[in-house]
């Protein structure tokens, strides 16, 4: 029973992600229209190292669902920890979970997203669709400003809560644009703007996965005291290689993952 929601959560979340990202609705038409096949290589959650709602609370409905843990990765410099997850059908998404490490952070800020997490409802994380929530707690502009000046990871998550924070392009799967450079000269043709940085292409054939992203859309939320508008979403790109043993890499590479993050960065 458990598996055959998962079809629903999966189109759940890409209907949620595209109303904050159009683009990413804009760019998947564009590559159709192109005459490619658009297959997702994995979708990617934020979230807080919290009993309540860490990387293993938001990965159990999709253990049920029938994927299995497979890598972990470590982003000292912004205190990041994340898993990801594959099923053993190839057709289906990796999960790529990531954690803010709350207890590197300041006092305030831990104290604050405890007063987030307080507001959820007994056993809410517990949903199947957790993960396609939204936000389940009120924010105001001051806390997320205050939050924002510490750490912008923490500052996305208390603004946009449980859902996806980017989507990502099977490059493999593509037949004009199997090759990342020439997407992205196509992407930018268009008026696409790449996260340049680390460069615009992330990772290379040597660590078998390159990488690309748009920058993160703006998106006015709505907050207890009014609106704002903030870095939301951004559509990825990944190509990956075959390994020596000739089997495709289905992992991830932590230096590459680390300045993707960055595509929803003010500073971009």
């Known amino acids: 029973m458990t598996v055959n929601k998962l079809p629903a959560l999966l189109d759940k979340m890409w209907a949620d992600y595209i109303v904050?990202?159009?683009?990413?609705?804009?760019?998947h038409d564009l590559l159709v229209s192109e005459g490619e096949t658009i297959q997702n290589d994995h979708i990617a959650l934020r979230t807080f190292r919290h009993p309540r709602v860490g990387v293993d609370v938001l990965a159990k409905p999709f253990l049920k669902a029938g994927y299995v843990y497979k890598s972990?990765?470590?982003?000292?410099?912004?205190?990041?920890y994340a898993k990801h997850y594959e099923h053993s059908d190839r057709a289906l998404p990796k999960?790529?979970?990531?954690?803010?490490?709350?207890?590197?952070?300041?006092?305030?800020?831990?104290?604050?997203?405890?007063?987030?997490?307080?507001?959820?409802?007994?056993?809410?994380?517990?949903?199947f669709d957790f993960s396609s929530i939204g936000r389940p707690w009120n924010l105001t502009t001051s806390t997320y400003q205050e939050l924002?000046?510490?750490?912008?990871?923490?500052?996305?998550?208390?603004?946009?809560?449980?859902?996806?924070?980017?989507?990502?392009?099977?490059?493999?799967?593509?037949?004009?644009?199997?090759?990342?450079?020439?997407?992205?000269?196509?992407?930018?043709?268009?008026?696409?703007?790449?996260?340049?940085?680390?460069?615009?292409?992330?990772?290379?054939?040597?660590?078998?996965l390159e990488q690309s992203s748009t920058l993160a859309n703006n998106f006015e939320v709505s907050l207890v005291d009014g609106r704002l508008t903030i870095p939301a979403c951004y559509y990825e790109f990944a190509k990956r290689y075959p390994l020596p043993s000739g089997e495709l890499y289905h992992g991830f590479v932590a230096a590459s993952a680390d300045k993707i993050f960055e595509s929803t960065s003010r500073g971009q």
């Not at 904050?20 to 760019?27: G, M, S, V």
């Not at 037949?175 to 940085?197: C, H, P, Q, T």
């Open 20 to 27: 904050i990202n159009p683009l990413a609705k804009k760019i």
């Open 72 to 80: 972990d990765y470590h982003f000292p410099e912004k205190k990041l």
């Open 95 to 127: 999960i790529f979970i990531s954690e803010l490490k709350l207890e590197e952070l300041s006092s305030t800020l831990r104290a604050t997203v405890s007063s987030l997490i307080d507001q959820m409802p007994a056993e809410l994380e517990q949903r």
């Open 148 to 208: 924002h000046e510490e750490s912008d990871y923490a500052a996305w998550v208390a603004a946009f809560g449980y859902q996806p924070n980017h989507f990502t392009v099977f490059i493999n799967r593509l037949k004009k644009y199997s090759d990342i450079l020439v997407l992205n000269e196509f992407l930018k043709a268009r008026g696409v703007k790449l996260n340049s940085s680390g460069g615009e292409v992330k990772g290379s054939r040597d660590v078998y």
